[in-house]
């Protein structure tokens, strides 16, 4: 029976060695993949398959084996699963049709192998590329052990024998055989693969040397030595040599000046080595006539089959002449960037940037990348931007190659701040691009210059205002006074008036001369404290009746009493404790006279307050009144010198005791401030250090 078995499984690899041959011719070597393909491909399997069937050895009557389970696996994991499924069909129909008691049993191992290898050419689709004989061997495995498992099928009693007598071949004969069919066919895929391979290998070259020979570039092969084996008709015409005189000759003797040969050779030679990997080179070759050209090379290696370098393969292009316009834009972007001005160009259809200098750059703060993302208007701010439309739309509309336009804008840096500018925008063809040109002057500096200028003058004419009102004043100041001296005193010794109209004469002289001795006071005060010359003489008072007395003085003066709707009220009162201070207590008692003045001087109808509170640092001293009030746009200049609430109106006084508040005030170390609304009276705050 063994010998018996061993011819039929001798058959058997025979066939199998037919159905690799298959593979190879009828469906490795056809390039389609349609169904009809397909479909012929599974009969000639299945037809195979039935070979296989019609050489088995047989165990017991009915019960054969053969290696139609290694066919149809490896069917699925290499045909696919449309072949190998009509091989299924037709190998199971022929079974079915053999009969015996092993009809299930043969049936099922068909369907379970080629559903296998289909299985698994799906579950592991990169079986091939590593450890391929392991893939193999396993599916083996994984087949028979299921053509084991079938043997349940055969007939009653039969099963054990069965196992008994294929166990061993099944997990190790059978396994190996689907390897090796396998293997059998992979290296025919691999072979097949490479010849397709060289054969576009071959027909790349030959596009390759057909595409060297059209291009309008320079184009060469050189082999590892450094001889020239191929150029294309430009490279001759550009140097103004033969064929026959560069074909075969050493590239670098031919090509290079003396100076450049060394150092390239030396480079090629560790390119062929494999040290070096360089695509792309600039050089320059003498041409026949000893004229040098600049050309940029683009290179590729070329190997063999078993990858060994066997030369490069070059494209170049003459770039003679831009690098001439390079050098000579180098120069020109060199004597802008020495330029302290900002230069902009920028291309007239698309507006982008194509250069902006080393002044431009840093003042806006991008780099050079950055700014050729952007354009003249993502840099111009505010009305600026609106003025730059404006001037290129109408450049647009008169059709103009040549305009030039100045106005001043603002530039927007990259972190958003803005600095004022002068734009000088040119438009201009070079040589046959539309092209604008802008030169920009930051002109922060002449800004400030002119508004300080513009400030000065501002000041002047306030200063040359406010002396004709002051001059206007201190005239009705003085004279309203000295009037009244005089026209009085003249009263008194022209005529003999009586005791009682002597008394109110005298009264009247002596009122007028203490308001024109107050002015006085006053311009000299304001004059000293100018000079920085008034002088404080501290020592230690009573806070409590130094204001105090500023109240009884005033409560008795003809001030007040020549406004009989007015009261001055005093929130001093038993309860508020003397405190003993260290400060100069005339000028307190004098900034304390005039603020309680000018209440009483702007109050018409109501009341004038003075309090007093103490807190732990300071004192704090305010007069309340009822009076016109201060507007809000007057409060910046309420301690200004010569200032008054309505400066088109006349008041009373020279518009410089709340000045001379001011400054007291802050010589004793204090603090004054105040809160007003017009028409509704005003508060003045005095705050002293309780030193």
């Given at each position: 029976?063994?010998?018996?078995?061993?011819?039929?499984?001798?058959?058997?690899?025979?066939?199998?060695?037919?159905?690799?041959?298959?593979?190879?011719?009828?469906?490795?070597?056809?390039?389609?993949?349609?169904?009809?393909?397909?479909?012929?491909?599974?009969?000639?399997?299945?037809?195979?398959?039935?070979?296989?069937?019609?050489?088995?050895?047989?165990?017991?009557?009915?019960?054969?084996?053969?290696?139609?389970?290694?066919?149809?696996?490896?069917?699925?994991?290499?045909?696919?699963?449309?072949?190998?499924?009509?091989?299924i069909l037709i190998t199971s129909l022929f079974r079915i049709f053999l009969g015996g008691g092993g009809i299930y049993m043969g049936v099922t191992v068909i369907i379970f192998s080629g559903v296998i290898g289909i299985a698994w050419g799906y579950v592991r689709p990169n079986w091939k590329e590593k450890k391929h004989r392991a893939e193999l061997f396993s599916m083996g495995v994984l087949v028979h052990l299921m053509m084991l498992v079938s043997t349940v099928l055969l007939p009653q009693g039969h099963t054990l024998e069965t196992l008994?007598?294929?166990?061993?071949?099944?997990?190790?004969l059978y396994p190996a055989g689907t390897m090796f069919l396998g293997m059998l066919m992979l290296k025919q895929l691999q072979n097949w693969k490479n010849q397709k391979a060289q054969?576009?290998?071959?027909?790349?070259?030959?596009?390759?040397?057909?595409?060297?020979?059209?291009?309008?570039?320079?184009?060469?092969?050189?082999?590892?030595?450094g001889n020239i084996t191929f150029c294309n008709d430009h490279l001759l015409m550009v140097t103004g040599y033969k064929r026959e005189e560069v074909i075969g000759k050493n590239w670098f003797d031919l090509f290079l000046p003396p100076s450049?040969?060394?150092?390239?050779?030396?480079?090629?030679?560790?390119?062929?080595?494999?040290?070096?990997?360089?695509t792309h080179l600039e050089d320059q070759i003498l041409t026949k006539d000893g004229n040098l050209l600049t050309i940029s090379w683009y290179s590729a290696i070329l190997r063999d089959s078993d990858k060994g370098i066997t030369g490069t393969a070059s494209i170049g292009e003459n770039i003679t002449e831009k690098k001439i316009a390079e050098e000579e834009k180098l120069k020109l972007a060199n004597i802008l960037d020495a330029s302290q001005n900002e230069i902009y160009l920028s291309d007239a259809k698309t507006f982008k940037f194509k250069y902006l200098n080393h002044g431009a750059l840093k003042n806006l703060g991008y780099t050079f990348e950055e700014s050729l993302q952007l354009t003249p208007l993502d840099i111009t701010a505010d009305e600026g931007k609106d003025k730059l439309i404006k001037t290129l739309e109408s450049w647009e509309k008169r059709n103009e190659t040549v305009s030039s336009a100045t106005f001043e804008a603002k530039n927007k840096r990259a972190d958003g701040s803005t600095y004022p500018v002068e734009i000088n925008i040119q438009l201009f063809e070079y040589p046959t691009e539309s092209y604008y040109l802008a030169m920009v002057q930051d002109i922060t500096k002449r800004k400030v210059i002119d508004n300080q200028l513009l400030e000065a003058k501002r000041k002047a004419e306030e200063s040359d205002k406010l002396k004709s009102?002051?001059?206007?004043?201190?005239?009705?100041?003085?004279?309203?006074?000295?009037?009244?001296?005089?026209?009085?005193?003249?009263?008194?010794?022209?005529?003999?008036?009586?005791?009682?109209?002597?008394?109110?004469?005298?009264?009247?002289?002596?009122?007028?001369?203490?308001?024109?001795?107050?002015?006085?006071?006053?311009?000299i005060d304001i004059s000293k404290l100018d000079a920085k010359q008034m002088k404080i003489k501290k020592a230690e008072c009573n806070l409590l009746e130094v204001v105090s007395n500023s109240i009884n003085t005033f409560q008795k003066s003809e001030l007040l009493q020549s406004k009989p709707n007015v009261s001055l009220i005093s929130k001093l009162n038993d309860n508020t404790k003397p405190v003993r201070i260290h400060t100069d207590k005339n000028r307190l008692q004098q900034v304390l006279d005039n603020l309680i003045s000018?209440?009483?001087?702007?109050?018409?109808?109501?009341?004038?307050?003075?309090?007093?509170?103490?807190?732990?640092?300071?004192?704090?001293?305010?007069?309340?009144?009822?009076?016109?009030?201060?507007?809000?746009?007057?409060?910046?200049?309420?301690?200004?010198?010569?200032?008054?609430?309505?400066?088109?109106?006349?008041?009373?006084?020279?518009?410089?005791?709340?000045?001379?508040?001011?400054?007291?005030?802050?010589?004793?170390?204090?603090?004054?401030?105040?809160?007003?609304?017009?028409?509704?009276?005003?508060?003045?705050?005095?705050?002293?250090?309780?030193?």
């Open positions: 029976m063994k010998e018996s078995i061993l011819v039929s499984l001798i058959q058997n690899i025979a066939t199998l060695l037919a159905f690799t041959l298959i593979y190879d011719y009828s469906w490795l070597k056809t390039e389609s993949t349609t169904y009809l393909r397909k479909t012929i491909s599974g009969i000639i399997i299945g037809a195979i398959g039935i070979l296989l069937m019609l050489t088995p050895w047989t165990y017991i009557t009915g019960v054969v084996f053969d290696t139609r389970s290694i066919l149809l696996s490896v069917s699925g994991l290499f045909f696919g699963a449309i072949p190998t499924l009509i091989a008994k007598n294929i166990i061993i071949p099944a997990l190790l054969e576009k290998l071959l027909e790349s070259e030959r596009r390759f040397t057909e595409l060297l020979e059209d291009v309008n570039l320079l184009s060469q092969i050189i082999d590892k030595d450049q040969k060394e150092y390239f050779r030396n480079g090629f030679n560790r390119i062929i080595k494999g040290e070096l990997h360089q009102i002051f001059l206007a004043n201190m005239s009705h100041e003085i004279r309203t006074p000295l009037n009244a001296i005089v026209g009085f005193s003249n009263l008194l010794t022209d005529f003999e008036p009586s005791q009682e109209d002597k008394k109110q004469y005298t009264s009247i002289i002596n009122t007028s001369s203490d308001r024109l001795l107050q002015i006085i006071n006053d311009i000018n209440g009483i001087k702007y109050t018409e109808e109501g009341f004038i307050e003075v309090g007093l509170k103490i807190h732990e640092k300071h004192a704090e001293i305010y007069i309340k009144d009822t009076g016109i009030g201060i507007p809000k746009d007057k409060h910046d200049i309420v301690f200004e010198r010569f200032r008054q609430i309505d400066e088109e109106v006349f008041h009373e006084g020279a518009g410089i005791g709340l000045s001379i508040c001011k400054g007291i005030i802050d010589l004793l170390g204090g603090k004054i401030s105040f809160t007003s609304e017009s028409k509704k009276g005003s508060t003045f705050v005095i705050e002293i250090p309780l030193d």
